[in-house]
T-cell receptor
Framework: NAGVMQNPRHLVRRRGQEARLRCSPM?????VYWYRQLPEEGLKFMVY????????ESGMPKERFSAEFPKEGPSILRIQQVVRGDSAAYFC??????????FGPGTRLTVL | EDKVVQSPLSLVVHEGDTVTLNCSYE??????LLWYKQEKKAPTFLFML????IEKKSGRLSSILDKKELFSILNITATQTGDSAIYLC?????????????FGKGTHLIIQP
């Protein structure tokens, strides 16, 4: 049973470009979460999704950030017009129910 | 606002020592508390605690929850260099359902040979 998959593992973008981060949850998991870890800070919740639904996006910046979890395919976190402050590690986690969350290896985004 | 505070923020010990990591929390509707180990990649799940006073154990690691005093501890006995990592404590927020986690800043543990 493969774990949570994220790609790419490393992503470099110039200011103003778009970043697309992908997450495939563990088999049988219908809950997906995105977290951001800034340098020297803890993990911060961004958004919680189930298939085709955003359940809680209270941690997501109001502008430039969006997330989806389509019926088919991975969950996508999209950052438009990236700025240097978006440089961080973005982790995806999945859960089968209301219990523990299992994390993917993360995508390290660097904005030049 | 939910809050999770971990202490110490960093700790350096020698191999073979025993360490105790602390996590205190304030959350509106407590359901569980989780511990994770983070090396240079994904946080790895260690324990989920829901009931006071019941110790969870996995090898040299153990953890216990005190819901009256709102804290948990993670113990590691006979530490090894492979235990060096950031240990994260987290609680689910909001009122129910599968919610996001509020994390503490972590304890950076370094085990010296």
């Amino acid at each position: 049973n493969a774990g949570v998959m994220q790609n790419p593992r490393h992503l470099v973008r110039r200011r103003g470009q778009e970043a697309r981060l992908r997450c495939s949850p563990m088999k049988g998991h219908s809950h997906v979460y995105w977290y951001r870890q800034l340098p020297e800070e803890g993990l911060k919740f961004m958004v919680y999704l189930q298939k085709e639904n955003i359940i809680d996006e209270s941690g997501m910046p109001k502008e430039r950030f969006s997330a989806e979890f389509p019926k088919e395919g991975p969950s996508i976190l999209r950052i438009q017009q990236v700025v240097r402050g978006d440089s961080a590690a973005y982790f995806c986690a999945s859960s089968p129910d209301y219990n523990e969350q299992f994390f993917g290896p993360g995508t390290r985004l660097t904005v030049l | 606002e939910d809050k999770v505070v971990q202490s110490p923020l960093s700790l350096v010990v020698h191999e073979g020592d025993t360490v105790t990591l602390n996590c205190s929390y304030e959350v509106t509707n407590f359901r569980s508390l989780l511990w994770y180990k983070q090396e240079k990649k994904a946080p790895t799940f260690l324990f989920m605690l829901t009931s006071s006073g019941i110790e969870k154990k996995s090898g040299r690691l153990s953890s216990i929850l005190d819901k009256k005093e709102l804290f948990s501890i993670l113990n590691i006995t006979a530490t090894q260099t492979g235990d060096s990592a950031i240990y994260l404590c987290a609680v689910p927020f909001s009122g129910g359902g599968a919610d996001g986690l509020t994390f503490g800043k972590g304890t950076h543990l370094i085990i010296q040979p």
